[in-house]
């Protein structure tokens, strides 16, 4: 029996297996599918999920269980995705909609722990510890950057375009759109409309500049900087690699120097 229970509960190929039919459970529900057998399905998904963390505290014990960073994980996750057990049996015409949302969202929280089945999740997470790291003064002034020219934009274009430089925090936000590229040109377009048509070709002419610089210029040396950081591990290797070839090259030109001077000697 506790071997039929260690491959139930101690299969990463069965907890998976289960994880997906789960979420398909809920995306039919969440379309508006709602029938008896679905309902019971999910239920039975949550409560293998609930077994599963008992048996493996038993298992583990409790301190071994919580010792390990995505045992953590998920018994977090599934205590937090209990309340949906009760979902089904209220009445949710009286609850207000920030509470159904709730409800919702511990249901479906619970499919967080499918990222510890990505193939070298715990090396992707290391390079990006790393990539922060190593990118974090650039990261800084990015921002600080954004929020300057948020604040220049909204003193200049508040009348001009105020749904998009009204106040401060809506300039920055429209400031880090232009940046990253997104719906730019419909900003110097709403201004150009409200404004004389030489503004209109200066603030099309200025944020061309802005795209140019920090957008399309300023994201690539970011994106590049960060990616380098991330793939950082894989040149050391290389390097590692490189270095231990040269040793050995060294020592084989030094044997063979040995060799040509026994040789002569002889």
């Known amino acids: 029996m506790r071997r039929l229970l260690n491959k139930i509960f101690l299969n990463d190929h069965v907890i998976l297996a289960v ?3 789960n979420s398909v459970i809920i995306y039919l529900q969440e379309s508006g599918i709602n029938y008896p057998a679905l ?41 937090l995705s209990l309340p949906s057990l009760v ?58 950057l954004i929020i300057l ?7 200049l274009y508040r009348e001009a375009a105020p749904e998009y430089f009204e106040t401060p925090l809506r300039s920055i936000y429209s400031v880090f759109r232009i940046f990253t590229v997104e719906g730019w040109y ?12 030489l503004m209109g070709r200066l603030t099309r002419l200025y944020f061309c500049m802005l795209l140019g610089a920090f957008g399309i210029l300023g994201m690539s040396f970011l994106n590049s900087v960060f990616v380098d950081a991330m793939v950082a591990d894989n040149n050391d290797d290389v390097k590692e690699q490189l270095d231990r070839l040269e040793q050995q ?14 040789l002569k000697t002889k």
């Open 19 to 21: 994880i997906l039919v």
């Open 186 to 197: 419909e900003i110097p377009d709403a201004i150009a409309a409200t404004t004389s048509p």
């Open 87 to 144: 979902m089904p049996f209220l009445d949710l015409t009286a609850f207000n909609f920030s509470a159904i949302i709730t409800l919702r969202l511990l249901r479906v929280i619970r499919f967080l722990r499918i990222f510890h089945f990505f193939p070298n999740i715990v090396q992707l997470g290391q390079g990006l510890r790393r990539a922060l790291r190593d990118s974090g003064v650039v990261l800084i002034c990015f921002g600080v």
């Open 39 to 79: 309902l019971a399905l999910d239920i039975v998904c949550t409560l293998f999920f609930l077994l599963e963390m008992v048996f493996k505290h038993l298992t583990y014990g409790v301190a071994g269980y919580w010792r390990d960073g995505w045992n953590r994980l998920d018994g977090c996750l599934v205590l």
């Open 149 to 155: 020219f948020g604040l220049i934009n909204c003193s």
């Open 249 to 262: 090259q060294t020592r084989l030109e030094q044997q063979l120097d040995e060799l040509h001077e026994l």
